[in-house]
């Protein structure tokens, strides 16, 4: 017989309680060794950073501040900046203990056909995946699955678009690299992103998604016990989103906070490549070209949490004409053995990472030779009538 599961229906939360559950959770799955699902719908309207985004070329801050948009970066998991308006998105997470768990891509194709079972029932049958990731219809976004090793567990999450954002507020506030999305068949993220209430016809409600999931999961076998959270995870959450919600956190990763920690003297350069996730690096180099700062960001999924900083950490020293050693620093911390990503699904490569960093590299040194800034000025975007997540 297989291991009773613990289900957890968090309900609506807003963004800093979201943050804080998944942490919460994994805490007591590595403890209990109890595999764990949890499900929950956003109660607040808010954007969401990936936690190796860069936020300054995702979103306006101060605009942000100026709307009364919260802000949040998600703890330990990576992916893309979302929109989200209060009541538009359901989101559920598979939380499974290490010793029960296989790679990452197994862990996917394990529990989509559960997701898919419950889109079924609730006359969402034409909905699938594409890139093992991303759920399409029609080529357009409903939602997502994606797979993460979060250290402890391997953690499976999603999230499905009940219904449509508040386009109006999104677009005063984001910004989005072109090369985002130059391999999306449709460009404007407002046809990009599908609601279900659209390709229904009919309202769909958080508590109808969380039912029909549910019912899936038992189909597949899984047995699920309700167990609310304890007093004391209450406690833990209540620290961990006090935390979260603090500006310094939002901005762990920012092209502003880079430029304002380099060096004075030195020459700056971003640069993006889209692989199959938007890389972005942010480089400092002194007059003979050597690197005296990095930084790594983007919307990939990678384990550990610290990986982009160690990427970042080691280009420094290297000289930014020799590619050979460029790669070579990256490949050293990039493709060891404790790095973990879904490859087939959403995987980003040495390569990628390279292109990025070359690209940052090429603007460093037009800075420094044409000598028309010393700190160069943050990368142009095109705010474009984008959806529901960038």
Not at 75 to 96: D, K, N, Q
Not at 128 to 154: H, M, P, Y
Request: aromatic share 6%.
């Amino acid at each position: 017989m297989s291991q009773p599961w613990r289900y957890v229906d968090c309900g609506a939360v807003d963004a800093f309680e979201n943050s804080a559950q998944l942490p919460v959770l994994v805490r007591s799955v590595a403890e209990t060794l109890q595999p764990t699902l949890m499900t929950s719908v956003w109660g607040a309207t808010h954007l969401n950073v990936g936690w190796f985004d860069d936020v300054d070329s995702t979103l306006d801050l101060g605009r942000c501040d100026a709307l009364g948009v919260q802000v949040v970066r998600r703890a330990v998991y990576g992916g893309g900046t979302a929109f989200y308006s209060s009541g538009c998105a359901a989101m559920w997470t598979f939380l499974v203990p290490k010793d029960a768990a296989s790679n990452l891509d197994a862990e996917l194709a394990r529990f989509q056909p559960i997701v898919l079972d419950a889109l079924a029932e609730l006359d969402l049958g034409d909905v699938g995946f594409e890139g093992s990731s991303d759920l399409r219809w029609n080529g357009r976004k409903l939602g997502a699955l994606s797979a993460q090793d979060v250290v402890v567990c391997n953690s499976v999450g999603g999230f499905l678009n009940l219904r449509p954002p508040e386009m109006d507020l999104y677009l005063q506030v984001v910004r989005v690299p072109d090369e985002k999305f130059k391999d999306k068949a449709v460009k404007d993220m407002s046809e990009y992103v599908v609601a279900a209430e659209e390709i229904r016809k009919a309202p769909l409600s958080y508590e109808m998604f969380r039912d029909a999931l549910l019912r899936a999961a038992s189909h597949a076998g899984i047995d699920l016990s309700e167990v609310p959270l304890s007093d004391s995870e209450k406690m833990g959450l209540e620290k961990i989103a006090a935390k979260v919600a603090d500006p310094r956190y939002v901005r762990r990763v920012s092209s502003e906070r880079f430029r304002e920690a380099v060096p004075t003297g030195a020459s700056m350069g971003f640069g993006n490549h889209k692989g199959r996730k938007l890389c972005r690096a942010g480089l400092a180099v002194d007059r003979s070209g050597n690197v005296v700062a990095a930084m790594m960001a983007g919307d990939m999924h990678a384990s550990p949490p610290d990986v982009m900083d160690r990427v970042s950490a080691a280009l420094v020293g290297a000289n930014v004409t020799d590619t050979a050693e460029l790669r070579r620093r990256i490949a050293g911390i990039f493709e060891q053995d404790d790095v973990h990503q879904a490859d087939a699904a959403m995987g980003v490569t040495t390569d990628d990472l390279l292109a990025a960093v070359v690209k940052a590299a090429a603007e460093a040194l037009v800075a420094r030779d044409d000598g028309s800034s010393e700190r160069a000025q943050p990368a142009r975007f095109e705010r474009t009538a984008n959806g529901a997540r960038s």
